[in-house]
């Protein structure tokens, strides 16, 4: 389970305070990249903090309101599709972190950043492979990113039903395949992604592609 170990080196350093960073929605073909960044309380840290992955959408959603009350500021951050297209998904990815560290309440003065590339970011920062399950922190903006990410795919479901991203949030699931094949691409789906640029160019691609990310992302 993640702790404070990470928070409180740091703090015997430095005045504070510390953000935890991370992101969501990397890997899908449809969607927006979301990051969040969370500077929590220490005497005030929501039990069941965990990497989002290893929690249930139940668990998730009901972290979110507790990490949103109890926290010292949250910000978000995202880059649209067409941020995604121009730049790449790494840079995009980079570029959400930055826009949720700004979009900070509270101006940290250092943050964790889940992984292993850190982004230029407003702040100094320092990455923490699978930070998500080793610091409270990264593991409180990984809850955020994910739930935000989440609810603006089931959104976006209403409007094109046909994809079953209220399920999926844009992954390239059996269902997602059928969906691309059966409406074509949205304005919504990433044109740098592999599976997609097959699809414009007239190209057959298989569920066994789209699951297996063949070609998933454009060069990095």
């Known amino acids: 389970m993640p702790h404070y170990i990470y928070e409180s080196r740091l703090l015997k350093t430095m005045a504070g305070p510390i953000c935890g960073v991370d992101e969501a929605g990397r890997g899908p073909l449809a969607g927006p990249v979301v990051a969040a960044a969370v500077i929590l309380d220490r005497k005030r840290i929501p039990k069941g903090l965990n990497d989002s992955k290893q929690l249930s959408e139940e668990d998730r959603e009901a972290l979110y309101p507790l990490i949103m009350e109890a926290a010292v500021a949250v910000g978000v951050g995202e880059a649209s599709v067409d941020e995604i297209d121009l730049i790449n998904i790494r840079q995009a990815t980079h570029m959400a972190m930055a826009r949720a560290v700004r979009a900070l309440s509270v101006t940290a003065e250092f943050a964790l950043v889940d992984g292993n590339d850190p982004p ?96 998933l992302t454009a060069a990095e």
């Not at 999926?168 to 640029?197: C, D, M, W």
Request: charged letters at 20%; a positive charge; glycine letters at 10%.
């Open 120 to 215: 230029p970011l407003p702040c100094r920062c320092d990455t923490l492979i699978g930070g998500d399950a080793r610091s409270v922190s990264i593991a409180a903006a990984s809850i955020i990113a994910k739930v935000t990410r989440d609810r603006m795919m089931v959104a976006l479901h209403d409007d094109h039903p046909g994809y079953n991203w209220r399920s999926n949030k844009g992954y390239g699931t059996p269902e997602h395949y059928a969906g691309l094949k059966a409406h074509g691409v949205t304005q919504h789906h990433r044109r740098s992604f592999g599976p997609i640029r097959a699809i414009l160019a007239g190209q057959s691609i298989s569920p066994e592609d789209v699951l297996e990310g063949t070609a």
